[in-house]
């Protein structure tokens, strides 16, 4: 898939291409998010190569980039408020968001930002860390299998699954850790956790839980500048750990690792978005126009009525009113 597919453009004030009043609607600006988030998405048709997805797509928001980007990501985030209310009341589908990313690409900040509308109570992020004892004496999905989203909710994965096809497959000696029979380690390991990732995915699908995957794309020199921001900073110090700068020596081999997994685990219904991560404010309007997009295909309404229900609510109202 090209990047240049979709075509489309935020509304930019005036624009005189995409002949958008100066004074833009907020469901005009959905409609332009959601549109330009398909350029970043890959549902598994043709051939995938990271080198076709951009680290940087800001200047598509003009000028007045920030500015614009901030106007969007309201829209989007009243949008997803009412959305998830929905989806909380008809307790149906539920909604699984994945974000994976190299250290400091913005992982946190857009899932504060994206998330920031969501009823905490429709809504559960978990962090994916280094397997603990307990969890190393399981198979790799058991402790993620503990954080589905419920029926009506939003789970967000910081970190996830994916890291077995990723730190694990970078760092041999971390599989090796993993308490594994001896004879299961064959040369065929990682294309077997992928078709059982795929397969996963697949039944959640079938379950009602829809998939959505976040690979936030940043480019090395970011993640430099980053970093010697969290070294300046003092406020920032906490988040620079030795280790992020060890990672940062295997670029290649997780890009590579990245490709594989998106190439082998991109579907229709569990897509993967590769989402410009260079420019923090792009890349949260994709986020969140993602994550809309999944909602939206969900059909979301609110549960109906029937005729014997209204009548009881009357009756229970009159009951009511009747009160001394
Ligand atoms: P931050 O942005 O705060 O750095 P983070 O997600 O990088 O957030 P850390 O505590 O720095 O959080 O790192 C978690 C580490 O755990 C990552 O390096 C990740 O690769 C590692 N990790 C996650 N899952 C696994 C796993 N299954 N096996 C081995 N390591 C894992
Ligand atoms: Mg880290």
Same mark, same amino acid.
Not at 119 to 125: A, D, F, S
């Given at each position: 898939m090209s990047t240049t597919?979709?075509?489309?453009?935020?509304?930019?004030?005036?624009?005189?291409e995409t002949g958008e009043p100066a004074e833009s609607k907020g469901s005009d600006l959905i409609k332009f998010a959601k549109k330009l988030s398909k350029r970043y998405r890959c549902a598994g048709e043709g051939k995938f190569s990271l080198e076709d997805y951009p680290k940087d797509g800001g200047s598509d928001l003009g000028s007045d980039g920030k500015a614009l980007a901030e106007k969007v990501l309201a829209s989007s985030i009243q949008s997803l408020s009412e959305m998830q209310d929905k989806l909380y009341a008809q307790d149906r589908w539920s909604l699984l968001v994945i974000f994976q990313a190299m250290d400091a690409a913005g992982k946190d900040g857009a899932i504060k930002h994206v998330m920031s509308g969501v009823?905490?109570?429709?809504?559960?992020?978990t962090s994916f860390k280094a397997p603990n004892a307990e969890e190393l004496d399981h198979d790799y999905l058991w402790r993620c299998m503990k954080h589905l989203p419920e029926r009506g909710k939003i789970g967000i994965f910081n970190r996830s699954y994916y890291e077995e096809v990723l730190v694990v497959r970078v760092h041999d000696e971390i599989l090796k850790s993993e308490k594994l029979p001896a004879e299961l380690f064959t040369e065929d390991i990682w +294309? @077997?956790?992928?078709?059982?990732?795929?397969?996963?995915?697949?039944?959640?699908n079938n379950n009602?839980?829809?998939?959505?995957?976040?690979?936030?794309?940043?480019?090395? +020199? @970011?993640?430099?500048?980053?970093?010697l921001e969290r070294i300046d900073t003092p406020e920032k110090n906490w988040k620079f750990s030795s280790s992020d700068l060890k990672e940062r020596k295997y670029w290649k081999e997780y890009m590579d690792a990245y490709e594989h997994l998106i190439r082998k685990t991109a579907t229709e219904r569990s897509p993967w978005y590769i989402v410009p991560a260079d420019d923090k404010h792009y890349a949260r309007i994709i986020v969140a126009a993602a994550i809309l997009h999944a909602l939206d295909s969900m059909n979301l309404s609110y549960p109906t009525v029937s005729k014997e229900q209204v009548a009881e609510l009357q009756r229970l109202k009159q009951e009511l009113l009747n009160e001394d």
């Open positions: 597919e979709g075509n489309a453009r935020v509304p930019v004030a005036g624009d005189k009823n905490p109570q429709g809504c559960e992020v +294309k @077997e956790r992928l078709n059982d990732i795929g397969n996963f995915e697949s039944y959640l009602g839980i829809l998939v959505v995957k976040i690979f936030l794309h940043v480019s090395k +020199k @970011e993640q430099k500048k980053r970093f």
